[in-house]
């Protein structure tokens, strides 16, 4: 079946710093993929829809300045977490589509300090 | 706006005992519906899916049916495990491809 990587899974940053989160679909191709954040025992916002070769597409409310987006391969999305600060400690999952269906990488544990 | 929403939880079950968690959604067109499980500092598995109106999905014993008439896709198992523990996630196709998601129920089977 369809799988999605992401990496790491758990990371710890100083505040100030950046990370960047990597989301890879191992066996398909995907022209889009979906970044998703997911506050303690909250369901799933979406954060921003990452297409391949062009500009990601973020949804209300959430910064593409600092949330930075880069998908430059059919098979390789990027989250770049810019400036991090404590608030931006969460789950960040990352999903691609393969027929009808969504599938997620087992996501990413950021910690700033 | 499309909208999903799931019986809040946590719901606290026996081993071998019926599971049922409800999920109503509202949307334009005909969407098609998922159950996704959360297992603890894990991300999200796709359980089962059903792409129209009185499609059943199935897995792992879960069964979920697409009644268009009540716009629902409850989830049921007839016998819960221990292993069953996790949170699951009712969810719906949008526009664009996005998932749109319940708020998540978490089931706790206890032996």
């Known amino acids: 079946g369809a799988v999605v990587s992401q990496h790491p899974s758990r990371v710890i940053c100083k505040s100030g710093t950046s990370v960047k989160i990597e989301c890879r679909s191992l066996?398909?191709?995907?022209?889009?993929m979906f970044w998703y954040r997911q506050f303690p025992k909250q369901s799933l916002m979406l954060m921003a829809t990452?297409?391949?070769?062009?500009?990601?597409?973020?949804e209300q409310g959430v910064e593409k300045d600092k949330f930075l987006i880069n998908h430059a391969s059919l098979t390789l999305s990027t989250l770049t977490v810019t400036s991090a600060h404590p608030e931006d400690s969460s789950f960040y999952i990352c999903?691609?589509?393969?027929?009808?269906?969504?599938?997620f990488g087992n996501g990413t544990r950021l910690t700033v300090t | 706006g499309d909208s999903v929403t799931q019986m809040e939880g946590p719901v606290t079950l026996s081993e071998e005992a019926f599971l049922t968690i409800n999920c109503t959604y509202t949307?334009?067109?005909?969407?098609?519906l998922f159950w996704y499980v959360q297992y603890p500092g894990e991300g999200l598995q796709l359980l089962l899916k059903?792409?129209?109106?009185?499609d059943k999905g199935s897995n792992k014993g879960f069964e979920a049916t697409y009644r268009k008439e009540t716009t629902s896709f409850h989830l049921e198992k007839g016998s819960v495990q221990v292993s069953d523990s996790a949170v699951y996630f009712c969810?719906?196709?949008?526009?664009?491809?996005?998932?749109?998601f319940g708020q998540g129920t978490e089931l706790s089977v206890k032996p």
């Open positions: 999903s691609a589509r393969a027929d009808v269906t969504l599938h």
């Open positions: 990452s297409n391949e070769g062009s500009k990601a597409t973020y």
């Open positions: 059903a792409t129209k109106a009185d």
């Open positions: 949307a334009t067109g005909y969407p098609s």
């Open positions: 066996d398909f191709q995907a022209t889009t």
């Open positions: 969810a719906l196709s949008s526009q664009g491809g996005k998932l749109i």
